[in-house]
């Protein structure tokens, strides 16, 4: 039996082939899709007291459909992902019940009762002491687990060759680090930033700096990242009177430099900064950079004397951070400009009444990030960049 | 049937079973076992119009036996690494005549004509003009083929994958990247270098660099390297009165930092000038680093306008030729000093009937190639650290 497109009348069977689900008198499922690429439909019992997500990679971008094929091993990536996250930041994934690489099909943990973080964001809520804080942490012991100072040699090229993900980083690599400089039917943008995409396409500068960010992106083996790590990847909410924050969808799952999951964050942080600032709301947002990277830092200097290979000292575990640092504020800064004015744009500018103003500011910052990263040593100058811009 | 271990007396059988011999009569045999790992036989025809060359891996290390194991898989890489450069640069290897992965053997070009430059160089011989360049411009044209420049991104990350080695890149981790800096019974060195050992070892400036250059060989996949790139994996001669250089023993390659097979030949040309100059006949030697730098920077920059991705612009190209120009520096340091005080040293200074000033001057030239790389900037500058020394 090769691979079959689940529909929401197939779910059922499906799950109780797959030994997920026992009473198929008792179950209702409904589809929920609602990222880019794939589908995702949630089953559960009338009481409400079980219930299951099932996710399946589709053979094309589900909004586009067959005309944009893709190929559906990426599900592959994001179970290798969820796995290796599994083992060392459990409570920040939804629980995986099951994957089923015939069919690309992922049966997972219910998160219907979080919330998007982007969402939330919109609608004008505040980060919260803890959300960054987790996200942190959790970059910090991915990315330690699945390094050379976290995992033997051996087992991280056994890693890096079954992690390598050519399509979905192409994306990337296209998408995000080069077609915003360049002249390129994906790009658009607010006729009230025209001038900066011209200019910044112009600019020899910062083409160079991405330049260098982008082979960084296809040479870095660093660790496994999660590859796509905005706010619409993270899941929050409250379960049990406890704080809950899920990172989920982490197809683009790849082994690159690990400043580009920080730095994916932070840019989406520092949109959702200008977001709020636009409208009069700021609240936490400003702190999230600081917040995220001192979590990041305090778990990675935690792990570090259990690395596997000690050869790696102290003062090289600065200078690596120090690197780690500066690349993440370059990656942030691609990930601001190509939400403006390269291909898939963000909801917290796109619905303000008059995105102009912060998608300027947006802009310029992320162009500062970019070419003067190695000048921000600390979150302090970043914030002087984000003052005086 | 498996995999079996050849004996000369198998040889001509095995050579007819595969095609590449057909006259069974006409048939001599010799092991001519060299290098450390593997085992080498020659087969030729009475009147010697006819030979071949068969290596095959052991499944241990051939000096050692069975009590170093080793996987013959290694003979994949080094299969993998002479199709690699086949394509670009046909005539700097032996030519392959076919690859048998059941048994781990290649079946190749009959090279006893030529000699091993570091043998020649021991001897007294010059480089002569030809052969530094000739190493310059097939790194550039491996190093560029096989990077992202050279290579479509989806093809280079099978290549990524397909190319891990993971044994024998933990030998270059252990035996040329930390070894030498710590405490370890594989270390040993002559007792009038026996201060400069302890003092390498405390030496906490060096050691974080080290641990910089290591990591860079651990993630940097760049290219796809040779992986052992020394004046021993060289062989040089004449043929119809024209020079010859072939590179050979790729079976350490794998997708790594560029610079790791430019400092390994820079690093043994300099071991080869210390000895010259302790035996009062230095001719060449001290212009190989610029020759062979100069013949890589012009192929590379030639082959640049034929790259397969154009984000890449010259601007970026200067910046990464500096990086790569960097780094071979740091890894030329490396291996001059894992030479003198690590595992293997070399016969360049070996044979020396008092290696001691040869071998001093080496390790302080690497220790400053390593530290101060950053600030040299170009040959001359490292041609003043020789002075200096």
């Known amino acids: 039996m090769g691979y079959r497109i689940l529909e929401t009348d197939d779910i059922p069977a499906y799950l109780s082939e797959r030994g997920h689900w026992e009473d198929l008198d008792d179950i209702a499922v409904r589809e929920v899709s609602d990222g880019n690429m794939n589908r995702v439909f949630l089953a559960s019992s009338a009481d409400g007291t079980r219930s299951l997500a099932v996710k399946q990679a589709l053979p094309w971008v589900r909004v586009a459909g067959p005309s944009w094929p893709m190929n559906p091993n990426r599900a592959d990536a ?31 943990e219910d998160m219907s009762d979080l919330e998007v973080l982007r969402t939330l964001l919109n609608e004008g809520a505040s980060y919260g002491p803890h959300t960054s804080a987790r996200i942190g942490e959790l970059v910090a012991r991915l990315s ?15 890693l890096i060759a079954a992690s390598v993900s050519p399509e979905l980083c192409k994306i990337t690599e296209d998408v995000v680090l080069s077609e915003p400089y360049l002249e390129h039917e994906h790009n658009h943008w607010h006729e009230g930033v025209a001038d900066l ?13 991405v330049a260098e960010l982008r082979h960084l992106f296809m040479t870095g083996a660093q660790s496994l990242l999660h590859g796509d790590l905005h706010t619409g990847s993270v899941m929050v909410g409250t379960r049990d009177g406890a704080p809950v924050v899920r990172v989920f969808d982490p197809e683009f799952s790849f082994v690159g430099p690990i400043g580009f999951d920080l730095g994916l964050y932070w840019a989406n942080a520092l949109v959702s ?45 600065d200078r690596f951070l120090r690197k780690v640092w500066t690349e993440s504020l370059g990656y942030a800064g691609t990930e601001v400009i190509r939400r403006i004015i390269g ?47």
């Open 78 to 108: 994001e179970a290798r992902a969820y796995e290796q996250i599994a083992k060392v930041a459990p409570d920040e994934i939804p629980a995986v019940h099951g994957y089923d690489s015939e069919n690309y099909t992922l049966v997972m």
């Open 273 to 317: 900064e200008e977001r709020a600032r636009a409208l009069g709301g700021l609240t936490d947002h400003a702190d999230q950079l600081r917040l995220s990277w001192e979590a990041f830092e305090t778990e990675f200097r935690r792990l570090w004397p259990a690395r596997v290979d000690t050869f790696f000292d102290d003062a090289y575990l």
């Open 144 to 158: 330690f687990a699945t390094s050379d100072f976290g995992m033997p040699s051996a087992e991280r090229k056994a």
């Open 197 to 209: 995409a011209v200019s910044f396409r112009a600019d020899a500068e910062l083409r160079t700096e």
């Open 343 to 389: 291909f898939a744009h963000l909801t917290d500018l796109t619905t303000l009444e008059d995105p102009v103003g912060a998608s300027r500011r947006a802009l310029l910052i992320g162009r500062e990030l970019i070419v003067r990263r190695r000048e921000l040593t600390d979150v302090e100058s970043v914030r002087a960049v984000v003052r005086v811009t």
